[in-house]
């Protein structure tokens, strides 16, 4: 009834297969449980509880581990001496650096030309690209479920006098290389599970360690939900404070790789507070993506940018860029500066028409 329901309202399209949306299944630990759940939704036919010891369940989980290391065997053996891989010959899988382009590519023709560029591999093909796409699709059944005790709500409704978001960068691709990383070379399903909850709990106490010092810099303003942070500002901050807190964040590896995003007091909808700052870190992320084009990363993981989002309102308002490094790392140059804020510009256009298509009419310039 609920499927006929949404067909004749229109909220599905023709293509879509609402009755797989939802499918359960039960195991004797909860990773075997969610197994079983995430594989019955290929599972044609009615929508009954499955085991994670039926042996259609298992079947397609083994097929799946067994196509994931012929895919994997065949990119160590192809990519594995351009940096593209890491780990043990015979036993690498794609690096970490290697799984951001990836997460981050629209098609493997993209993905190709991002791999050449920060590899300096120029003869990567667009085939190898699919084959690592398709790797990492291969790995999905694997990825160990998030299990939290209390979901936090955190959000900037009650930033009267402005605020600041903080999303840590590289959590999910540090989450699929540790998969990757699991995996390699195991044949058997049950040790697959295994090994992949095992690759998640190091993965875990490494951004544990990281939102620790985060914490330690910027005091009991910041309140965390899982990788999302925020501040509520107790009075407007200054620009001075803004950039010492980039300064403090950027000296530290630990807490280096955030991307930060403030709003400004005077934003009259609370609602619009929270969404203003969505905003900026998409700008921070438009952004980033531009300048990997233009600027070795080992430049940019130098860097901590804070997307200064002075609007009044959703979707309208100037935006600017602040830059943190660490003291003990080359200063931003001018050249460096103009093509940031060149690249600011773009990833802004880019942004409000992400937005517009969303249904939003956005319409944030820089400041400058």
Not at 127 to 138: G, I, K, S
Not at 267 to 286: M, P, Q, T
Request: glycine share 8%; aromatic share 4%.
């Amino acid at each position: 009834e609920f499927v006929d329901e949404l067909r004749a309202l229109k909220l599905v399209r023709e293509g879509d297969n609402p009755e797989s949306w939802f499918r359960a299944g039960f195991g004797d630990t909860a990773d075997r449980a969610s197994a079983a759940a995430r594989v019955s939704r290929d599972i044609p036919g009615e929508n009954i509880l499955r085991s994670y010891q039926h042996p259609e369940i298992r079947a397609r989980m083994e097929m799946n581990l067994k196509k994931a290391e012929v895919s994997r065997s065949r990119l160590d053996s192809e990519l594995g001496e351009t940096g593209i891989m890491s780990g043990v010959s015979g036993n690498r899988v794609p690096s970490l650096k290697a799984f951001e382009l990836i997460r981050k590519a629209k098609d493997a023709e993209s993905l190709a030309v991002g791999l050449r560029t920060r590899f300096d591999a120029p003869d990567v093909t667009v085939e190898q690209a699919e084959r690592l796409l398709l790797y990492t699709r291969q790995l999905d059944s694997f990825s160990p479920a998030l299990h939290i005790a209390k979901r936090e709500i955190v959000n900037l409704d009650e930033a009267v006098h402005g605020g600041f978001s903080v999303d840590f960068l590289g959590l999910g691709a540090a989450n699929q290389n540790a998969t990757a990383a699991s995996l390699a070379g195991v044949r058997n399903l049950d040790h697959a599970l295994e090994a992949a909850r095992l690759g998640e709990r190091g993965v875990t106490t490494e951004f544990q360690a990281r939102l620790n010092a985060f914490k330690d810099k910027i005091g009991e303003i910041a309140k965390c939900s899982g990788d999302d942070c925020v501040g509520v500002a107790l009075k407007p901050l200054s620009q001075d404070q803004k950039r010492d807190m980039l300064a403090q964040l950027a000296a530290d590896p630990q807490t280096r790789g955030v991307r930060v995003a403030f709003v400004s007091p005077g934003v009259a909808k609370a609602a619009d507070r929270s969404l203003i700052s969505v905003h900026g870190e998409s700008i921070e992320k438009a952004l980033r993506s531009r300048l990997e084009k233009e600027m070795p990363s080992s430049r940019l993981t130098e860097m901590t940018f804070g997307i200064d989002m002075r609007a009044n309102a959703a979707g309208r308002g100037n935006v600017d860029v602040l830059i943190g490094t660490a003291s003990d790392v080359r200063q931003v140059s001018a050249p460096e500066s103009q093509r940031i804020r060149e690249a600011l510009a773009r990833a802004i256009e880019d942004v409000n028409r992400e937005l517009a298509e969303e249904g939003l009419r956005a319409t944030y310039r820089p400041q400058f």
